[in-house]
């Protein structure tokens, strides 16, 4: 499925802890995919943790603009209502990313 959509990337957002993303990980390791985890794109945090999402945001902007696509990974089942992929799809739309 991510194939054949051309996605090239994931970046997960979810918060959970970081053991639990191994599998992820060597999953896109094994299909030259590469994988980050950034919780902090699912929280508005000040300091460090707002420059971690700033940084990731442009990562995620840049990646966009490049070759294949980048698939973001929220927790919930409502996508639609989800107040973390809202803040980055505006964050996205400002940086002329849609």
Known sequence: LL???Q???ILDAR???????AQL???CAARGMSFE???ALSSRG???AAGDRAAAVLRLAAAARGKGWPCV????KDWGH???RQRLAAELAARDVH
């Open 73 to 76: 990974l929220f927790a919930g």
């Open 82 to 84: 989800c107040a973390a």
């Open 46 to 48: 000040a300091g460090a």
């Open 15 to 21: 918060v959970q802890p970081e053991r639990s993303v």
């Open 37 to 39: 985890w950034r919780p």
């Open 3 to 5: 194939e054949k959509h």
């Open 7 to 9: 996605v090239s990337s």
């Open 25 to 27: 990980r060597r999953g």
